[in-house]
């Protein structure tokens, strides 16, 4: 019976020591998210942990070019599919792949291939995550007991977010333009990979509620229209406007505001020194040297692979296996470097042609 006492009390014990160390770590985590610091070991893609200090993180210069390129592609109407697909087309490695290249451990459970792919989860996640904007966000989970793994996910509002932690990759003023563009209307027609240019943006002047573009055919033609739902629900006269109709209001609207832009020589002067195809130039020859730098390293790899073999290291299976593996790595980095070549010369022909500004400098005066 005094054994049994002795075993409780201990047990008893440990409870209590484990708990109270729980609770210390958990106040102290607590406290250097308040902070702004760092305690995650995973920081999202286009930034890394700073080697002087791990609780502050960097941009990754390699691929923060990458983050930017998807908040340009949202902008332009891609959808986070199309964007997907363009990265993957380009070769440009998923997250998961370039940590793995530098050799961070991740956990690869979720792979359903060889070589994980960039798809519209991954694209929806980076678009939504406010690190990006300088803002900090930690504490989204919650562990329910120390004696488990549980965790509980919760509300956004007691999420710790602190503004300012680190260096933006993209403008805060950008990052709530592409969030105001996500919570729109932004359905994507059926063979299309880009949203209709005024989807989201135009609403019923009755109503308020947002208009859809619907089809209408007269002697074998078709005709497109903005309609009101709720208008045409509740049996009152249909609110409608014509496609044409619509981009001709808009393209009046726009021409009155260019004529006021042609007039502000600073901001003309500061678009022809930044032009945005000499940026997309740039990051394209960043990606050029990127694959160039992973093909070699399957290259040096698979040479290397026969050498093992002779030596003993690797049998006959799996020298032919790992042979074919490189090989299928080595043409797919050479397929994505035409892909990225050729977006490259058609980069450079839209710089050649895009004179606009200097054009409106020249009607305008």
């Not at 966000?137 to 919650?142: D, F, L, S």
């Not at 919570?183 to 063979?191: C, D, L, M, P, V």
């Not at 055919?217 to 497109?224: F, R, S």
């Amino acid at each position: 019976m005094l054994f049994v006492l002795i075993v409780l009390y201990v047990r008893y014990s440990n409870d209590i020591y484990c708990k109270d160390i729980s609770k210390k770590i958990t106040t102290q985590l607590a406290a250097m998210r308040r902070r702004g610091e760092c305690v995650s070991p995973c920081v999202p893609y286009g930034y890394k942990k700073n080697p002087k200090d791990h609780s502050k993180i960097i941009v990754d210069e390699t691929v923060a070019c990458n983050v930017k390129q998807i908040f340009v592609w949202k902008l332009e109407g891609y959808s986070d599919k199309a964007i997907a697909d363009k990265l993957n087309k380009q070769g440009i490695l998923s997250p998961y792949e370039y940590q793995t290249s530098v050799g961070v451990h991740v956990s690869g459970n979720f792979k359903k291939s060889d070589k994980a792919q960039w798809g519209r989860r991954c694209v929806y996640n980076i678009l939504h995550n406010e690190w990006y904007r300088g803002t900090m966000v930690q504490g989204k989970q919650k562990v329910l007991d120390y004696r488990s793994k549980e965790r509980l996910l919760l509300p956004k509002e007691k999420w710790t977010r602190v503004e300012g932690t680190h260096e933006a990759i993209i403008e805060p003023e950008l990052f709530d333009m592409v969030q105001e563009i996500m919570e729109k209307e932004t359905r994507i027609a059926g063979g299309k990979t880009q949203v209709e240019l005024l989807s989201g943006f135009l609403f019923c002047g009755e109503c308020g509620r947002q208009l859809t573009l619907q089809p209408s055919y007269k002697n074998g033609k078709k005709y497109n229209y903005y309609t009101c739902k709720d208008c045409r629900d509740d049996g009152r006269k249909t609110k409608r406007m014509s496609e044409q109709k619509a981009y001709k209001a808009i393209l009046n609207a726009i021409c009155k505001m260019a004529e006021i832009a042609v007039r502000m020589e600073t901001l003309i002067d500061e678009a022809d020194s930044l032009p945005e195809q000499s940026r997309e130039v740039a990051r394209l020859d960043g990606q050029l040297v990127q694959l160039q730098e992973e093909m070699d390293r399957y290259v040096r790899i698979k040479s290397g692979l026969y050498e093992d073999y002779k030596a003993g290291i690797l049998s006959r299976e799996e020298y032919t296996d790992y042979t074919q593996m490189y090989s299928t790595k080595i043409n797919s980095a050479r397929d994505a470097m035409r892909n990225v070549v050729e977006e490259r010369r058609r980069a450079i022909a839209n710089f050649e042609e895009a004179k606009w500004i200097r054009l409106l400098r020249s009607t305008g005066t």
